[in-house]
């Protein structure tokens, strides 16, 4: 954890991090970067590419999965005190549509549904620029102390 993540709320951090973004090693290689978060939302921007193609030549599902993750999570993240900590502990995702490069790109939103002392529930959806929705999902994250 960063220095200043532990100092921070969640959400003072989050929006610390977009003001002087370097993503994650993952979300460099997954071309995706949060851009907006407010109490309880976060959204990401991702840009496909056949780099992240499976055999059928669309993009992986894992793909879809891991933007989810990362937008329900930091939501989750948004509703968190300073010192206080969170991981995943289920996800689900359901594709409505293939993505492929030339789908553009696409924004994916995760919203608190629930927030409790020990448990958060959040979910996503992700879509194309025009507003047609690709996959979407939910999951539930587990609070601890840092």
Known sequence: MDKDQGELSGLDY???RIK?????????T??????AVDDGTATFEAFPSPS??????RVHGGYAATLIDSATGCAVQTK????????????KVNYVRKMVAETGRLLCTGTVIHAGRTM??????????????YAHGSGTFLVYPT
């Open 20 to 28: 002087d973004w370097h993503g994650s090693a993952m979300a460099e």
């Open 80 to 91: 968190l005190a300073a010192g206080v900590g969170y991981g995943t502990i289920e996800l």
């Open 30 to 35: 997954m071309n995706m970067r949060l851009i």
């Open 120 to 133: 958060l529930t959040a979910e996503a959806r992700i879509t194309d620029e025009h507003g047609k929705l």
């Open 14 to 16: 989050l929006r610390a």
């Open 52 to 57: 992240y193609y499976n055999p059928q030549m």
